[in-house]
């Protein structure tokens, strides 16, 4: 059983940065991917970035390409997600989730077999 906590977010303004931290209760082994996902009101979840933990491969979806990066600090066994040019339209609530078989179609959140509380983002304009 792996417990995650999100933390780092807040109330912004269009363009400014934010730095989420996702902390797991237990070693997260190579073989695990983790993501990050979000949901905005009335809208699915999302999509927003993976990282493997072994290997430290990491995709994007691609509205947040360039403005968001995805990080892992192995001895923390903790996930970061860096986010910049933050925009409106990045409101939501940001879930991280651990997928501990590493599937391929990791960009779908029926994969991951663990999720934080989730932390608000907002943005104003």
């Known amino acids: 059983q792996v417990q995650l906590v999100e933390s780092g977010g807040g109330l912004v303004q269009a363009g400014d940065s934010l730095r989420l931290s996702c902390a797991a209760s237990?070693?997260?082994?190579?073989?695990?991917?983790m993501g990050w996902f979000r949901q905005a009101p009335g809208k699915d979840r999302d999509f927003v970035a993976s990282?493997?933990?072994?290997?430290?491969?990491?995709d994007y979806a691609d509205s947040e390409k360039g403005r968001f990066t995805i990080s892992r600090d192995y001895g923390k066994n903790t996930v970061y997600l860096q986010m910049n040019s933050l925009k409106p339209e990045d409101t939501a609530v940001y879930y991280c989730?651990?997928?501990?078989?590493?599937?391929?179609?990791?960009?779908?959140?029926?994969?991951?077999?663990?999720w934080g509380q989730g932390t608000q983002v907002t943005v104003s304009s």
């Open positions: 237990a070693r997260i082994a190579n073989g695990y991917r």
């Open positions: 990282i493997s933990w072994g290997a430290g491969l990491t």
């Open positions: 989730a651990a997928d501990t078989d590493g599937h391929m179609r990791y960009r779908e959140s029926g994969m991951y077999d663990y």
